[in-house]
C-alpha cells in the first residue's frame, strides 16, 4: 500500500455507523501561496493543488497573496477563484510589492484550516509531495513538516553550479552555526500546525530570504518537532529569479544576528 493510499482509503475501514462522516474531516489545510508575477504559473499549480487535495479527500483552501504584480496575476486569480468557489480560493492581495515574509503573515490571518503549508507558486514545490507531508505529521503529530533537498530522495533539478554552491553553502553556514533540527534551511515548502506558524512568524524578526531560515532555527528555539520529506526542488520554469549578491549579503547577516542571539 502506498503512502498516499493510508490516508486516502480511510473510509474502506469506517463502520456503517460513521460512513456520513468524511475521512480528515476533522483537518483543514491552508495554502497560502505567495505571488509576484505569476500569471503563468498560478492556473497550473492551482489545478495541481486541486487535483491532489480532491484525489485524496483532504479538506483544502488556497489563499493567494499578490502584491500587484504587474503581469495580471490577480485576474488570473480571479478566475481561478470563479472556477473552484471562493470556499477554495482566497484572494488576499496587496497593493505594492511588501516581500514575502510579510506576504506570509499577511495571508496567515485568514487561513481558515488548523494546518497551514506554505510553498512557492513557481513550480519549484510539487504539490504531489503534500500527501506525503500530511501523512508524516500525522504518524508522529510533528509540529512542522519541512521539505528537504538535501536528505536521500531530494534533491535540486536545474540550477547551475553556482546557484547550487551558493543553497549548499548557505545551508552549511547556517548549520554549522545554528545547529537547527533541519537538513533544509534555506528551503520553504512546509506544512505547520497554525498555531506553531503563528509562533514563529511573531518570533521571526527576517524579512526577506532570511526569514524561512530563521523560522526553521527559531523551531529548535521552542522545542517544536520537525519532520522531514525529501523533495526534488525544480527551478522556476516560467518568470526570472530575484536572487542577488544582496540576498546573499542579508542572508549571511541574518545568520550571525541568529547566532549571536539564539
Ligand atoms: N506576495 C509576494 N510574493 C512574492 C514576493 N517575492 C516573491 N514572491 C513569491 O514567492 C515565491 C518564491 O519567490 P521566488 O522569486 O520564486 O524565490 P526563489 O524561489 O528563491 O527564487 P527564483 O525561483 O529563482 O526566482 C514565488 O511564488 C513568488 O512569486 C513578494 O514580494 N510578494
Ligand atoms: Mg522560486
Redesign the pocket.
Known sequence: MSNEHAILNVDEFTSPTTSNTPPMAHNKYSVL??????RE?LPIITWLLAKTFTEERIDWEIVI???G?PDGTQDVALQLQKVYGEDHIQLRP?AG????G??YVHGLQFATGNFVII????F?HHPKYIPQMIKLQAEQNYDIVSGTRYLPGGGVFGWDLK?KLVSRGANYLATLLLRPKSSDLTG?FRLYKKEVLYQLINATLAKG?VFQMEMIVRARQFNHSVGEVPITFV??VY?????GVS?ITQYAQGVWRLFMTI
Do not use: C, F
Request: aromatic share 6%; hydrophobic share 25%; glycine share 6%.
Open positions: 501561496l505567495p505571488t509576484y508575477n505569476e504559473n497573496i499578490d502584491d504584480s496587496r510589492k511588501l516581500g514575502l510579510t506576504a510553498m512557492d507558486a513557481d519549484s546557484r520553504s530570504y527551478d522556476r518568470g526570472e529569479s530575484k536572487m540576498e
